[in-house]
Structure formats: C-alpha cells, structure tokens
C-alpha cells in the first residue's frame, strides 16, 4: 500500500506529466442523453455505444450514470447511429445522427423488458438545437464549402457570417490563400485566434494573418466560435478552427480548379466612380486555383493518411493608379505618371499538406500534421496602391513558412479521457527589394501630402516598422495543452494546461540616413532619419504564457449549468540585444542591453465563466442560453505600443521639420546635431542614438493580479426548431473593456501644449457646407521640443475611460431533406468610446515623439484606434457614439433533384465606414484663428485636421450578391461537377475605400477601392 508520500509524489508526477503534454484538440462533438424504461424510470449501468466511419476505432462506448445519464465527447464530425443495450431490455438503436463543430446532440431513449436480441431502430431527423451549450458557433461543412460561390479561404468565410468584421474578397480575386480570424461583437482582431484541429496556429499572440494559409480546402468542415467560450478560451475573440480531413478505409480523393481571367469580367467603370475621381478602374487581368487531396489506408482501421496540395494565383490592377516614368531615377523627385500603363499586383502562394491518423492501441490514437507554405507577391514590376507608385512598395514574400502539430487522445476508461498535442507555426517574411530594376539603395522615400493623390508614397520603398527592409521569424516554437475530462453523464468535469513559448524576432536593414522626406505641394516640411545603417538591427523577444482552467457541466433534468476558472500568466523576456559601434556610421557608440537587464511582463489573471442552458419544453427544440466570462486582451509581440524589448523603448528613428531653402531635396544642416541648425528644426526626439529609453513602464500595470487589459462578454439568446431541421436562433450581447494605459510624456506638463481652434474651410460637400470652428487642438512649446520621457502607466490615474458594444444577432439555419440548405441572419450593434475624460490631462496621446503609439486610447481601443480617429494633439475628437448600425449576411443552396443541377448564393449588405476630411492646415490657417495658436508651429509647419467627428458621416453600403451554378455528372463510385460562379452579379460600383485626404474644392473622397465588377470563374471538380 502507498503511503501519504509515495501518493502525493505519484500526484505530482501525473500533473507533470499533463502540464509537459502538448495541446489537446479544441473540443469536438458529443452525444447525451437520458435512458428510462417504459415506466419512465432511469436506468443506470446502460451501455451506449457511438458508431461512425469518422471514428478509425469505429466505436466509442460509455455507461449511463445513476442519473441514467450518458455522454460520449471527442467526436469528429460525421454522421452517428447510437446503440443502447441492457441485459432484461431490448435493444435501442438511433441512426443518422449529423454532427459537426462542437455541437451536443441530445438522443433519449426508452428500453422496453425484452431479449437483447430483439432491437428497436428509431429514425427522426438529427437534433438541430443544442440545449445543453451556451456558446455561439457557425458551422459550415465540407459539402456546404464545395457548393457556395467562395474561394474557400478565411476571409470568404467569415464575409457571410453576420456581424463579423470582413467585407469579403469577391471569390479571391486576389488570388490568396491567406487570411486571419476577425473580430465580432467590437473585438478586437487580436482576440481572435486561427486554429487546425484546435491547435492554435497563430503567431506571438496575434489572429493569424502575415503569410498564414489555413487549409480551408480540404477541411471536413469549419467551425467558428463567436461567443460565449468557456474556461479553455484564451479570449474572448472569434475562434476560426478548420477541422482537416482524415483518411479512411477506403481511397479516396478529389481534384478541383478554378480560374478566370479579363475576358470574363464586364465593367462597373461608371460615370459616377469617373466624376468622383477614379483615374482607372479595378480590372481582373487572371486569377486561379488548383488544389488536389488524396487519402485512404496505409493500415485499415489502424493507420490513415490524407494530402493536400493547393496552389492559387492571380494579377489585378491597381485601381487609379499608374506606373511612374521616374521610377529609379535618382535625380528626381517627380512622379510622372504613365497612363498608358496601369499599376498592378500579382501573387502567387503555394500549400502542400499530409495528415497521419494512427490508432496505436485500442485506447490511444495519435494524430500527425505538416503543412508548408510558400507566397510570393509584387515580383517583377508589379506592385502599388492607391496611394503608393508601383516602385515604393516592397516585395512581399514568406519563404517558406510551416505548420507542424500532433494531437494524442486516450479514452482511459468510458468516463475518463486524455488529450495532448503540440503546435507550431513559423514564418519567414521579408519586406524585400524589388527586382524590376529600380531598386537604388541610395534614393529616398517621398511623402506628399496634398497634390493629385493626398498621402501619396514614391520612388522607393521602406517596410512597416522600425526600419526598411526586412527578414524576420515570426511565430510560435510551441503552442501546448492537455487536458482530462472526466464525464459521468450529468458531469461533465475538465481540467487543463494550456501555454508554449514564442521568440518572434524582425531584423531591419536602412540604406540611407533619411529614410523618408514629406512635402506638401511638393515643398519639403519634414525628413526621417535614423541610426539604423549599418548592419542588420534584429529585435527579437520571447513569450511564455502558462494558462490552468477547470471546468465543469452539470445537467439536471432540462437545466445545464456551466461554471470554470481560468488562470492566465504571461511572462516576456529577451536575449541580449544590441545597435551600433563599429560600422554603424550614426551611432558609433554601440547600446547594449543584456539579457533579463530590463523587466518584462509579468501579468496573471483569474477569469471566472458561468454559462446556463435550459431546455424550454423537455422536447429538444427550445433552449435558452446565458453566459458571463470575463476574458484576457492578446498582447503581440511585434514592435508594438506595448514591447516591452528595450531595443524597441530605445529611439531609433526621429523626425524633425525642413525647410528647404534652396529646393535641391538636400537637406542642408548637420544631420547629427539635435538642435535646430541650418535648414532643419530641432530633432522632435532628442533621445534618438542614446541609450536612454523614451519610454519607461509602471511595474503596477506590468506586472501582479488583474493588471492586463481584459474584456467582460454577456449573452443571453434563445434557439427554437421552427420546423423539422429548421431552427432560429436570437442573441443578446454585450462587451466592455478595461485596464486600459495611456503614456504621459513626463517632460511635459498640461501647460506645455498650447491650445488652438481653426476654421474649417467653406466647401458645400462638408456637413453643414463647412465654415465650422474645430476647437481643442495642441501645439507642444518650441522649448519642449524632441524631450520624451514616456511613463506607461495605468488610465485611471488620470481619468475615467469607457468603451462598450451592444447589440442582437439573429440567425436562421436550415437543411432539409428535400436539399435545401440555408445560413444567415443579421446582427444590430452600436459602440461607444468616451477617452475624453484622460485626453484632458494628457493632450499628448497618439503616436508621439517616439513614433509609437502611447495609449490604449489609440492602439486598443477599436472605436478609436488607427488613423484620423486616434487621440492626439491634432484630433479633438475623444468621444464616439455611433449609431446602432445593421448588417444582412447568409448562403444557400440547392440541389435540383433528377436532373442534378446545384444552385448556390451567397449575399452581403454591409453599412459603410466612417468617413474623414484630412485637411492639411497650414501656419496661416492656424494664425487665422479663430483661436490663433500666436506663434509658429513646432516640428514642420503644417498638421492634419480631421474636420467631420467620428461616426456623423458614412459612406456608401455594401451590397453583394454572388451565384453559382453546376451540373453534377456520375461515373459508378465517381462524380464530377462542371459550374460556373457569377460574382458581384447586380455588377455595384460601390466604392469600399477612400483617400480621406481633403482640399478645398478640390480632392476628397477619391475612389482608392470599389467593388471588382461582375466576372465569370469557371469551374471543374472531380471526387473520386
């Protein structure tokens, strides 16, 4: 017998091994129900068994609890027969039970006294509402993304889910694979994470994207988790997890391709988009897509594989704008557009795919995935956008990027169950030179404010970030979990770990000292400059999350309840980290920071979740649902306003004001001198090559309980069966968030920024036709400039802070016998932001100095993040109420039956942005008042003015409808299928983006996107 010792070792040695265990699959599926007799008496000690083809061990088997209760989880997604057998009873039999995502399907039965050879079979229809859940989720299986005019990747999907934040890519137009999971409900993007088969294939905390290619393609189906997670969710973002297809007994596989190209495209060039000021429309030159699978047994009921090669492509132009007859030349600094030549992109990206299932022993089952990637874009002489030449943008290209995981799954007993498996994803972008010729290491970027084309970038490339050109490793070396379910019937018991650690690095390259000159009707104003040149500056930081939950479910009767804990630590760390000395020529004294010099993060986290279900009637068709869960917010780890390297806190970069007297595009001081001398101003940081940091963190907000930026989620919705598989589902949700930070400029003080107004100017197309006062704007005094010394710190040392997000989704799900399948619904939701509150004590919010975003206010705060809506000294505009706004999305479709014909739709109405006036406002426009700012001001001479508040003025609504026809042709144990998709089919020239840029009576709200016009895309596919 062990003693109290040998136990409490052999305790700590099972809980390390869990926590040492990879991650287990996001959960899948599960059968429940009540078994009685004909008396209506429970009847405990049944066994049940779950029979499918998705199962490699065919069968799963439990035994009902005292309660005469069962359930059978971690069920793939398939069609079910459920068995139900007790020695004196007969036996119990339910076919066709359909289950997919994490769906519980209830399936009750009674056992009458008999022999066990006499069986009862029941059919019905499969169960279409889930009553003992509460979270939102939108399915959508292999057959369904085989029919819909798509282009099957992340972002079609998610276009035609109500509410979500995604547009749409009109059938991939563009020719991509890639794509992240976006955000609902206000979310923050962030929150949102990419999984396969539950494994969080994300990079260092973000929601996929950057080179990512989930295999969409050849999934069994996806599924998306809206709201409502429990204890496992990291977030409370969406969760896009696409399920792979396994092999089987049986070989099997399919090959399809899709393409189009100029010839099949009409036109939507309508006077209207020329009067607006679109230069030259959105054209498909060609796009296409070939993707092939295979799969079947190595070893039958043991061993299955499945691959996957997928290739798409394609080249678009560049909607108004047009290749530069300067393009390399360094001795100008003109655009010279060629009309005769319009600018285009092209892409190209590649994914090859094998999947191992392996059931090992009859209780082990071991699951193997590898993905590479490869994409390449803007090669050759392609490139540009609607406000960048063809020859400043960059190449693009991830080279090669890869996917591993493995997942193990142990049913231990028949209410005991195990689950591990391990992830990574690892991607090697670059932000390169171009190979058209016109790289020139020499030449500098141009910035012009106004002109033909507002904000317009020229002559040379130079990538986000800290510098130029870029080689960088983003990703995770590990994304871990394990889990242990326990399952009686009514309980439903689950604790796990989940964690990993990430050391995403970017390596930065800058070939000039300046790196960037604005001008503004092609007279400069301000220059870029840096340290960076020399060797290559890399910045690399590691993160390790460490994450416990416990959960656990409970039915009685009709009522489910749901309740966990979740603990959430973050620690960040990074490897020594240096700039400058030798070969560095402006910064020869090198900065060196070693290794754990400077804290970290050291965040922890409890979040409670409660969840209740309840089933209305007893009958399975009408469930209530509430859930509660307060939620951690992402933190990435890409140069962001939070990095906490010191590499990042250290100023490398700088901007000042220029005059250039002289017009010869040379500014003609000392580069090296802070202060102002000759034609430039003094340098806006003067801590730029010091080893000094811009920006210091309060250890209260970076570290201990409850620090972390966090979000609260309600929901509370009804579903009800309206008829046979037809079901109606409406929610209620809320969001709100808190433990945001603002950074104050300690070298500062309020008295330092001199406040202004300006009129705006007449112009019949501003609200109001213009002539309106914009109060509230900042100068910072001329001997405060370039001194930074930043404290990130908490909001509520300053002020109050709010944001929230309301609104009801409703939805309608039908698949009927008859071949009809239908998805979609609406969503109705407004947000409101109030920064005002800390704006008030703190003028200085936005981008700063530093060139960093220092606030939340401006960084995670959705309503006014990004752009003109970011609080700043140059925005007055810290509060935003927009009004409920209301979006229409769904698909259908159809098989027509004899003459197997298979009609699909897809449809969107989506209300437009917000719009902005950027008015550039120059020292006499400010001198002018009404409030005049008295002096001149500091930095460069001109700022841009938003002059429409936030959410007053919107643009144009998005309306879409794409079609899809084919026709199914069968060859014995084979199919084919021929089609055609029309998308854009009412052919709207909506314009879906702008140049915000504002000249009086001249330039706004050109045209920089409008909805790519009708085209064809044919279609061929064969399963066999």
């Not at 012009?448 to 990703?475: K, W």
């Not at 000392?670 to 806006?684: F, I, K, W």
């Not at 140059?874 to 479709?893: K, W």
Request: hydrophobic share 35%.
């Amino acid at each position: 017998m062990l003693t109290s010792v040998q136990r409490a070792r052999a305790s700590l040695v099972v809980l390390s091994l869990l926590v040492l265990l990879p991650s287990a699959a996001f959960a899948q599926a599960a059968i429940t129900g009540v078994v009685r007799d004909a008396g209506g008496l429970v009847l405990p000690g049944v066994t049940v068994e779950a029979t499918s083809p998705a199962l490699i061990e065919k069968v799963r088997s439990v035994i009902t609890d005292a309660t005469g209760q069962y359930r059978i989880v971690d069920l793939r997604p398939g069609t079910y027969t459920v068995t139900m057998a007790l020695p004196g009873f007969n036996t119990f039999r339910r076919e066709g039970i359909e289950l997919s995502g994490q769906f519980i399907a209830t399936v009750n039965a009674s056992l009458n006294v008999g022999s066990l050879e006499e069986t009862i079979t029941v059919t019905g229809e499969s169960p279409v509402v889930d009553v003992q859940t509460t979270r939102a989720q939108t399915i959508i299986d292999r057959d369904v993304l085989a029919a819909i005019p798509s282009s099957r990747n992340v972002v079609g999907i998610q276009a035609i889910i109500p509410g979500m934040n995604t547009d749409g890519d009109s059938g991939g137009i563009n020719g991509t694979m890639q794509g992240g999971a976006s955000a609902i409900h206000g979310g923050r993007n962030a929150d949102s994470r990419i999984y396969a088969d539950g494994i969080n294939m994300g990079w260092a905390g973000g929601n996929g994207g950057g080179g990512q290619m989930p295999q969409v393609a050849a999934s069994q189906e996806v599924v998306m988790t809206l709201s409502g997670g429990n204890a496992e969710a990291e977030t409370g973002g969406v969760v896009f997890n696409a399920i792979p297809r396994d092999g089987g007994n049986t070989f099997s596989g399919q090959g399809n391709f899709s393409g189009s190209n100029g010839s099949l495209q009409g036109s939507n060039y309508t006077d209207e988009l020329k009067n607006a000021g679109l230069r030259a429309p959105f054209e498909l030159i060609r796009v296409y897509d070939a993707n092939a699978m295979y799969g079947g047994r190595i070893l039958p009921d043991r061993l299955w594989f499945y691959g996957v090669y997928r290739q798409v492509g394609g080249k678009r132009t560049v909607p108004g704008m047009f290749a530069n007859r300067n393009a390399g030349n360094p001795n100008s600094w003109v655009v010279d557009f060629d009309r005769s030549k319009q600018a285009y992109n092209n892409s190209l990206e590649r994914q090859a795919t094998v999947r191992l299932t392996w059931q090992a022993t009859p209780r082990n089952k071991f699951n193997a995935h590898w993905a590479e990637q490869y994409n390449d874009a803007n090669y050759g002489d392609a490139g540009g956008t609607a406000t960048t030449t063809p020859e400043a943008q960059t190449r693009t290209y991830y080279i090669p990027s890869r996917q591993p995981h493995a997942t193990w799954q142990s049913p231990i007993s028949g209410r005991l169950l195990a689950e591990a498996g391990w992830g990574m994803y690892q991607a090697r972008y670059r932000f390169a030179p171009r190979n058209d010729g016109t790289h020139n290491p020499a030449m500098i970027q141009r910035l012009e404010q106004a002109g033909e084309i507002p904000g317009l970038l020229s002559r040379m490339p130079r990538a986000p970030g800290q510098g130029g050109f870029t080689h960088s490793l983003i990703g995770n070396l590990a994304s871990l979990r394990a889990s242990l379910t326990f399952v009686t019937g009514a309980h439903n018991l689950k604790v796990g770990y989940q964690g990993g650690f990430g050391n995403p690095s970017q390596t930065y390259q800058n070939t000039t000292q300046v790196v960037q000159v604005r001008t503004l009707n092609g007279v400069p104003n301000q220059l870029t400059q840096t340290i960076s040149v020399g060797p290559d500056t890399k910045y690399v930081r590691n993160l390790i999350p460490t994450n416990f939950y416990a959960q656990d479910q409970w039915t009685r009767g009709r009522l489910t309840l749901q309740g966990g804990i979740r603990y959430d630590s973050l620690i960040s760390t990074y490897p020594d980290q240096r700039i400058g000395g030798p070969g560095w020529p402006y910064a020869p004294q090198e900065i060196f920071f070693p290794s754990r010099s400077t804290p970290g993060y050291e965040w922890k986290d409890l979040g409670p979740r409660i969840g209740v279900a309840y089933d209305v009637f007893g009958t399975g068709r009408t469930a209530i649902r509430f859930n509660v869960g307060r939620y951690i917010e992402a933190i990435t780890a890409s140069n962001n306003d939070l990095d906490m390297n010191p590499m990042v806190r250290t100023p490398v970069n700088s901007t000042r004001g220029w005059t250039d007297t002289n017009r010869n595009f040379v500014p003609d001081c000392d580069l090296m001198n802070r202060e102002a001398n000759g034609e430039c101003a003094r340098l806006d940081n003067q801590n730029l090559g010091r080893p000094i940091f811009s920006r210091s963190f309060d250890p209260e907000y970076v570290s201990g309980f409850g620090s972390r930026p966090y979000n609260w989620s309600v929901g509370f919705g009804v579903q009800h069966e309206v008829i046979t598989g037809v079901s109606a589902t409406v929610t209620f949700n809320r969001n709100w968030w808190g433990n945001w930070y603002v950074v104050d400029n300690r070298s500062t003080n309020l008295a330092d920024y001199t406040p202004y107004s300006i009129q705006a100017p007449r112009d019949p197309r501003l609200p109001g036709g213009g002539g309106q006062t914009i109060s509230g704007l900042y100068n910072l005094v001329p001997e405060k400039v370039g001194l930074v010394d930043e404290l990130a710190q908490s909001y509520a040392n300053f002020g109050d802070q709010i944001e929230n997000w309301q609104g009801i989704d409703v939805s309608i799900v039908a698949r009927t016998r008859l071949g009809l399948t239908v998805q979609g619904g609406t969503s109705t939701g407004r947000r409101l932001a109030d920064a005002c509150d800390v704006r008030a004590k703190l003028p200085e919010l936005g981008t700063g100095p530093t060139g960093v975003t220092n606030a939340s206010v401006t960084a995670n705060v959705t309503a006014l993040g990004g752009g003109a809506f970011s609080a700043s000294v140059n925005n007055p505009y810290c509060r935003i109420a927009e009004p409920y706004r209301t979006d229409f999305r769904g698909l259908a479709t159809y098989t027509v039956p004899k003459v197997d014909v298979q009609v699909a739709a897809t449809w969107a109405s989506i209300p437009g942005e917000s719009l902005r006036a950027d008015y550039i406002a120059t020292n006499a426009v400010i001198a002018a008042g009404p409030q005049p700012l008295g002096r001149p001001l500091t930095g460069a001479a001109t700022v841009s003015v938003n002059l429409i508040p936030p959410a007053t003025m919107w643009g144009a609504r998005r309306n879409n409808v794409d079609m899809r026809i084919a026709k199914v042709l069968r060859y014995g144990g084979t199919r084919a299928q021929v089609g055609v998709d029309i998308y854009n089919l009412m052919n709207a020239d909506t314009v879906t983006n702008y140049n915000f840029g504002f000249v009086p009576g001249g330039s706004w709200l050109i045209p920089t996107q409008v909805t790519p016009a009708r085209y064809a895309r044919i279609s061929v596919q064969y399963d066999f």
